[in-house]
């Protein structure tokens, strides 16, 4: 082990926090796409005290937060090598894996009658939606049928998933899991293949009323290699999972997992976890900012929610110690100011920070977000998996 660096890193994914478009952002009809930017922009004044101290108005030029004279930490941008703009394909390109092919996407038609025949047969349920809908809209508009006659909603997004609802009361949270393990067996198939299958279960009996639970599960694929994450495990190390990282990574390289109930919630469990001994790494997936505001479109629920981390962001870092590294980036962007409710094609930005730190400042842009796993790998003094991506700048947080 290398015993110069640091004995605990914290990495934390806020989820769809683009920094400005990718130069190919054309080509996924995102130009001018900003997510960072537009939001700052479109509010009166963004009260993130933390991330500005870090640096985040030295990283772009944003709205109501300057930069400071002298930062508490390095900032850059990172752009994407992989093909696509979805979760599984940033998470998995930070932890070494380059994704040449996108994961399907079934956002404008549908999923295929023949996916939905075989899906209704196998679990001996009637299948309802079948379409790209938002979660609280799908419910308001099927729940009540759902319920009514046990007929199963089956949607998707703007993302490479297929979701399914179930009441926790009448459909069953075993039911909506069994239905759920089937719908992964079946877009295996290469022209169905899915990034994950999402149960998504839900309360209430009547319109106005639904609310979605924390029970949800979602069933990834496995990624296709070894990752940084295979790694840190193989060597000993602690690889703990916080939010939906554990479900992107099929539970692969994964020592122990936490489920959040919301970003806050994920904050709050990053924080106690900052208070025990561990040596490795703490991955944290903040996804209401994605979930409840980018794909809404809501810039000021956006907005709030960055506040609210910015908050959170300030127990953790007087709980960091010496020997600690805290990162903070995105997987990619969700611009509420764009057309549409899809994912946006940005850079993501990158904030490192320890106590320990001598120096601090701008980084380099990178031409991946594969540094993340490069970079952590070799604090532990680790080689990367064989066929991964990236490289570390550990030699330049100094």
């Known amino acids: 082990m290398n015993d110069n660096k640091y004995k605990r890193i914290f990495t934390i994914v806020i989820d769809s926090l683009g920094a400005g478009e990718m130069p190919d952002a054309a080509s996924y009809g995102d130009q001018g796409t900003d997510t960072l930017g537009h939001i700052a922009s479109s509010v009166d004044a963004l009260k993130i005290p933390h991330l500005q101290k870090l640096g985040i108005g030295n990283l772009k030029d944003l709205k109501g937060v300057p930069p400071v004279e002298h930062p508490m930490g390095y900032y850059g941008k990172l752009k994407e090598v992989s093909k696509g703009k ?62 009514r006659t046990g007929h199963m909603i089956v949607y998707t997004s703007a993302d490479s998933v297929l979701q399914i609802c179930g009441n926790e009361e009448t459909f069953g949270l075993d039911e909506l899991y069994r239905c759920c393990e089937i719908a992964r067996e079946i877009t295996m198939k290469d022209e169905w293949k899915v990034g994950r299958i999402i149960a998504r279960p839900y309360v209430g009996m009547k319109k106005g009323e639904f609310k979605r639970t924390s029970n949800r599960h979602d069933y990834a694929l496995k990624p296709f290699g070894q990752t940084a994450l295979d790694a840190l495990k193989n060597a000993g190390l602690d690889v703990i999972s916080v939010g939906k990282i554990s479900d992107i990574f099929d539970g692969e390289g994964i020592t122990e997992s936490h489920k959040s109930k919301s970003s806050v919630h994920g904050m709050e469990q990053t924080i106690e976890i900052a208070k025990k001994d561990f040596e490795g790494l703490c991955f944290v997936n903040l996804v209401d900012f994605d ?57 993501v930005p ?13 980084l380099e842009e990178t031409d991946t977000f594969a540094i993340i796993g490069a970079t952590i790998t070799d604090d532990f003094g680790i080689k990367m998996p064989e066929g991964t991506i990236g490289y570390s700048i550990l030699d330049k947080l100094l």
């Open 86 to 147: 979805d979760t599984m394909t940033g998470h998995w390109e930070m932890m070494g894996l380059h994704i040449t092919t996108p994961f399907k996407t079934f956002t404008e038609t549908g999923f295929p009658q023949e996916l939905i025949d075989e899906l209704s047969k196998r679990t001996g349920r009637t299948i309802i939606g079948n379409k790209s809908s938002s979660g609280t809209e799908i419910l308001d508009e099927l729940a009540e049928e759902e319920i």
């Open 291 to 347: 979930a409840l505001w980018g794909h809404r479109r809501d810039v000021l629920g956006y907005a709030k929610e960055l506040e609210k981390f910015d908050e959170k962001l300030g127990i953790l870092l007087d709980t960091l110690r010496d020997d600690d590294l805290l990162i903070i980036t995105a997987d990619h962007g969700n611009d509420p100011t764009h057309t549409g409710t899809d994912h946006t094609r940005e850079k």
């Open 350 to 362: 990158f904030i490192a920070y320890s106590p320990s730190q001598e120096k601090t400042g701008e």
